[in-house]
């Protein structure tokens, strides 16, 4: 594409025309950067849920193994046996 624009303004013969093949470059530049923008935060979220939910399943099992060990501690402790 970068070319293509070069050819075409070497071929520009007035300054409406250089103006005009400008901006119509600069219009297909904004919508590829933006196109390309919502793709990256699309990525970036994916990435960042992906990451989060090994996390997260990981700070749960802690917290149901440091509740399941304290459940089984309190068992075996005679002050905590039923009579």
Do not use: Y
């Not at 849920?49 to 459940?71: C, H, Q, Y």
């Amino acid at each position: 594409m970068p070319f293509d624009f070069v050819q075409k303004l070497s071929g520009v013969k007035s300054p409406t025309a250089f103006v005009e093949l400008w901006t119509e470059h600069a219009r297909k530049q904004v919508e590829t950067l933006t196109e390309q923008t919502k793709q990256l935060a699309a990525l970036a979220q994916k990435a960042t849920l992906a990451t989060a939910e090994p996390l997260k399943t990981g700070v749960s099992n802690s917290f149901n193994i440091s509740r399941l060990s304290r459940v089984v501690l309190n068992r075996s402790d005679p002050r905590c046996r039923r009579q």
